[in-house]
């Protein structure tokens, strides 16, 4: 029998086996958190952070590329880039904002702190003046004297912040939506690999896929899409159908037809869902959907991704940020993709007749915008490598490495983009019934249930119809419900104005006049929201006082 | 003769210290200052009091705190009937304590703020009380700049009555704009009274004549909201061609929208515009036209409107 005080000697007490390793970790933790920040706080070195949730295929190696560009034209700079996944960004950047640690430039997006304006203005630098100054990285091209915000083909709207009449972000791509699809299945169903000029062939196309796929005994689903019909898929048909009804009932005459001039129409007669126009748009959509399979809201983006590349559907309906990696996806299973826009009906087609025109994509604000962190203490540096970003040349690198749409004018754009850069061709106005959240959960509900073959149209029309005129949910609640968020906007803004004299008062002199004039023309003409009940009196015919008597307004 | 040169050298040397504390502004004054610069109302209201109780009342530094604070009680949120009559009552001791200072003219307005603006759940708009708030700094400040600002918001007041059937507040609103924009012809809001006026005018008096007269005049001094004013454009193109058969006016504003705002999304349909009232199309890199298009000489005019 062995002494057991010498056998627990010598034998190893696995206890100290988890703290060790604590211990290593924490040590090995506080030696690269050290060196890192050594490094960048290295008075000897000019390092300059930018952190963005971009993990898409390519969008790291190309931002790396225009980091490389950047730094040779401005030696002894050095651009580190801090990719973070989307999952965790919002909480990631709010630790360092909070902290007082965050990178010089954020992407804007995910965390409240960066997105909503009583914290933006804390933490990101405005950038309204430096973006009404030239950006000298466009020295070289005709752009050379044209203000920064210009220079991009959104002007900068995708930066902007109303509420805080500044801009606070630098866009650097565009998004747009296409049908993908996949040139191999459709030449072996059709015979050709030609994408649909018209509505018409494209539906052709879709039976041809549908027949095929009976044929070889797979199920193959002619359309799949990443995103939800009814919105991104239904507008572009939406403007095609009813932009005719501008003149009608465009009221402002401000070159769109708002949701509230929808319901004004439809109050008085001059717009319904059995308007011939409004009917083949519905039933175009429809037809859509028809090819999409029952129960076709159920699948996700990664599921119709994955069946687009799996051959088990033949067209895509999703974003330009999902082109590289399908066509490299595609690649992978031999096939090559193609891209179009959505067909209208042509020439002797079903619905033809109501057709005005495709929906232009000209008001597209620009994505993946950038901030640049208040504190920061390289905030000149900062804005400098956003120029070049933007510049036509960091531009044209960063996108077309990426193979995302390019934003910046004259910057061109890979060949694979090429079909996603907006088309500013065509019409905007179009007449949306949904009007107002009440309204909105009844008329999505419904109308997917139509798009999906689950309920005839009638269904739809008599639940919309019950919903629109209801007093408590229907359009005289989005209607009060609207003037209300008016009413809110514009005390916010009085809050903005409120700052601005202040600071003026403080400092004179300090304050920028144009800005305060914006402020100020953009609050005193929206009248404080009196006009809603102007309008009310006037197409309703009924003293708003009476209609809306139950509904408490917010305040915040 | 040492003695004297150390001691002049040590009051120098305090001198310059005293100096310079004096010309930088005192840390607690900065902190609080940039609470206005955050929007941080609360924090504006823990530090400025005890700044407001170290200064002597209606000096320069009492004014800024007690103003500021008055602000921070104006915008605190949640706000209620308690910390908007705190806010009034702190602009009031400002406006008594230095009645002809520029911390007392924006007080003013700030009263009629309160008044025009809806603040919480029971409060009530009184846009005639307003307007005397307003009237007040225009006369107390006609020579200040802070004076047309007034005037706007008070002509405001007259046209947010929407006294309909006959507008007769509404009118004397946007009279009394044309008149503060005809005796104050260097107005810096000037561009901003017009477009207000014309405003009024299109809604609700339906004056389309005037109101496109109104927006000339803002196209004259420049738009304010650059970069927004598209659906202006828009408006002014729509009455010119519309009601009242103006096609090289309407032509004017359909190019502004090709050239100035092609983003609003009306540029496609401004060179169709042109096109049917045969109007020349100037050069657009969006839509790949480099050189103007001069209209066809065999062409009519057509106001109908075609579908592509």
Not at chain 1, 193 to 215: H, L, N, R, V
Not at chain 1, 250 to 268: A, N
Not at chain 1, 307 to 324: C, P, Q, R
Not at chain 2, 16 to 25: L, S, Y
Request: charged share 25%; with cysteine; aromatic share 10%.
């Amino acid at each position: 029998m062995s002494d057991s005080g010498e056998d627990k000697k010598g034998r190893f007490n696995s206890n100290y086996l988890g703290a060790g390793i604590l211990v290593v970790a924490f040590v090995v933790s506080s030696i690269v958190a050290t060196i890192n920040t050594l490094r960048v706080e290295s008075p000897d070195r000019n390092v300059i952070r930018i952190a963005h949730w971009q993990l898409e295929q390519g969008y790291r190696s190309a931002m790396q590329a225009v980091i490389e560009e950047y730094q040779k034209l401005n030696p002894g700079v050095e651009i580190e880039q801090m990719p973070v996944t989307e999952r965790v960004y919002a909480q990631w950047l709010n630790t360092h904002l909070i902290s007082g640690t965050a990178p010089d430039i954020c992407e804007l997006g995910f965390s409240n702190l960066a997105t909503k304006d009583e914290y933006t203005v804390r933490y990101f630098l405005p950038l309204s003046n430096v973006s009404s100054q030239p950006n000298p990285y466009n020295a070289d091209n005709e752009m050379r004297d044209v203000p920064w915000k210009e220079t991009l083909q959104d002007g900068m709207r995708g930066g902007f912040r109303e509420g805080l009449q500044e801009y606070f972000g630098v866009p650097t791509t565009f998004v747009s939506m296409r049908i993908f699809y996949n040139k191999k299945l459709l030449k072996a169903a059709t015979g050709s690999d030609a994408a649909p000029e018209t509505f018409g062939e494209w539906m052709s196309q879709c039976q041809a896929i549908d027949a095929y796929g009976k044929k070889q005994g797979k199920k193959i689903l002619p359309i799949v899409s990443t995103n939800t019909v009814n919105g991104t898929l239904s507008v572009p048909y939406e403007v095609a159908f009813t932009a005719n009804y501008e003149e009608a009932l465009d009221l402002d005459l401000d070159g769109t037809i708002l949701p509230l001039e929808v319901y004004i129409g439809y109050r008085t007669g001059k717009v319904s869902l059995d308007d011939p126009a409004v009917q083949a748009y519905f039933k175009t959509v429809r037809a859509v959907g028809e090819q999409m399979g029952r129960g076709f809201s159920s699948i996700d983006r990664q599921t119709a991704q994955f069946k687009f590349v799996n051959e088990t559907a033949g067209f895509l309906w999703t974003g330009s940020w999902d082109a590289s990696g399908t066509v490299a996806m595609a690649a992978e299973k031999g096939f090559e993709v193609g891209v179009f826009e959505l067909p209208l009906p042509g020439p002797g087609e079903p619905y033809a007749e109501f057709i005005r025109g495709k929906a232009n994509e000209a008001s597209s604000s620009g994505a993946g915008s950038y901030g640049v962190y208040k504190n920061s203490k390289k905030t000149e540096q900062a804005i400098d490598f956003l120029m070049f970003l933007t510049s036509r040349r960091g531009n044209e690198l960063l996108n077309q490495k990426a193979e995302w749409p390019t934003l910046t004018i004259g910057a061109k754009s890979s060949e694979l983009m090429k079909p996603f850069q907006p088309n500013p061709r065509g019409y905007n106005a179009r007449v949306n019934f949904n009007y107002g959240s009440r309204v909105g959960q009844v008329f999505n509900s419904r109308i997917i249930n139509y798009y999906q073959g689950d309920e005839p149209f009638s269904a739809f029309k008599a639940a919309y119809e019950e919903v629109i005129v209801d007093p408590r949910r229907g359009g005289d609640w989005a209607w009060w419900n609207e003037q209300d968020q008016r009413r809110r906007d514009i005390r916010n803004k009085e809050r903005v104005l409120a700052q601005d004299t202040t600071m003026e008062l403080i400092n004179p002199g300090s304050r920028d006049q144009n800005r305060y004039r914006r402020a100020l023309l953009q609050q005193v003409t929206r009248n404080n929201a009196l006009d809603f009940y102007w309008l009310f009196r006037k197409h309703r015919q009924m003293e708003p006082s009476e209609a809306w008597a139950e509904f408490q307004p917010v305040f915040p | 003769m040492r003695g004297i040169q150390s001691i002049i050298a040590v009051a120098s040397i305090l001198c310059a210290i005293v100096g310079a504390r004096a010309a930088d502004v005192d840390p607690d004054l900065a902190e609080a200052r940039q609470t206005i610069a955050d929007l941080d109302w609360k924090q504006t209201l823990r530090l400025y009091p005890s700044i407001r109780d170290s200064a002597k009342p209606g000096s320069e530094q009492w004014l800024e705190a007690t103003y500021c604070l008055a602000v921070a009680w104006h915008h605190v949120q949640p706000p209620d009937s308690t910390t908007i009559g705190t806010a009034r009552q702190m602009y009031e001791e400002v406006i008594q304590q230095a009645p002809t200072s520029r911390w007392a003219a924006r007080s003013m307005m700030n009263l009629g703020r309160i008044e025009e603006l809806r603040d919480y759940l029971d409060d009530k708009i009184d846009l005639d009380a307003a307007r005397k708030h307003y009237d007040r700094v225009v006369e107390a400040f006609a020579n200040d700049p802070i004076a047309g600002e007034a005037t706007l918001r008070a002509a405001a007041t007259l046209v947010m009555a929407y006294d309909a059937p006959d507008y007769v507040k509404v009118k004397q609103g946007i009279a009394r704009l044309e008149a503060w924009i005809a005796s104050h012809p260097n107005e810096p809001l000037a561009s901003v009274m017009w477009q207000y006026a014309g405003d009024a005018d299109f809604r609700p008096l339906d004056d389309y004549k005037n109101a496109l007269r109104c927006y000339e005049e803002v196209d004259k001094l420049g738009w304010v909201d650059k970069g927004n004013q598209g659906p202006w454009y828009w408006r002014c193109a729509q009455l010119a061609e519309r009601e009242l058969k103006l096609p090289d006016v309407a032509a004017k504003y359909y190019t502004k929208i090709i050239v100035e705002t092609p983003n609003s999304g009306k540029a496609y349909e401004s060179i169709q515009a042109l096109k049917r009232l045969n109007k020349p199309i100037p050069a657009s890199p969006m839509f790949d036209i480099s050189t103007p298009v001069e209209p066809s000489s065999t062409q009519a005019p057509s106001t109908q409107r075609s579908n592509p």
